[in-house]
């Protein structure tokens, strides 16, 4: 099975970007769908973006569309989340994870493999 660390988190001002990088170990990330989630405290946990193994479907989160980036790096093992244009109502703990079956792209409980997660704050 696949392990998942994430990294890139910090604290940025709100216009700021950051970049997110999720690397995978025990198995190649071109076998999986991954998504990216986040959980902000009180909310519940959504998907900003999330690609198939196929590269054939992407998904974002309306809030997100045109700010966040999905991208892979099969020869490193990491998918990234480019970030930029970053608001406060972004801040969020921000998780990877991947899957290898054909349920939803964007829904949480689809996927079998989490990392532990990286904190995003953005603030003046």
């Known amino acids: 099975q696949v392990q998942l660390v994430e990294s890139g988190g910090g604290l940025v001002q709100p216009g700021g970007s950051l970049r997110l990088s999720c690397a995978a170990s025990?198995?190649?990330?071109?076998?999986?769908?991954i998504g990216w989630f986040r959980q902000a405290p009180g909310k519940e946990r959504e998907c900003v973006a999330a690609n198939s193994r196929s590269g054939g479907s992407t998904y974002y989160l309306d809030s997100v569309k045109g700010r966040f980036t999905i991208s892979r790096d099969n020869a490193k093992n990491t998918v990234y989340l480019q970030m930029n244009s970053l608001k406060p109502d972004d801040t969020a703990v921000y998780y990877c994870?991947?899957?290898?079956?054909?349920?939803?792209?964007?829904?949480?409980?689809?996927?079998?493999?989490w990392g532990q997660g990286t904190q995003v704050t953005v603030s003046s």
């Open positions: 994870a991947a899957k290898t079956n054909i349920l939803q792209l964007s829904n949480s409980i689809s996927y079998n493999y």
């Open positions: 025990g198995r190649t990330l071109s076998s999986y769908d």
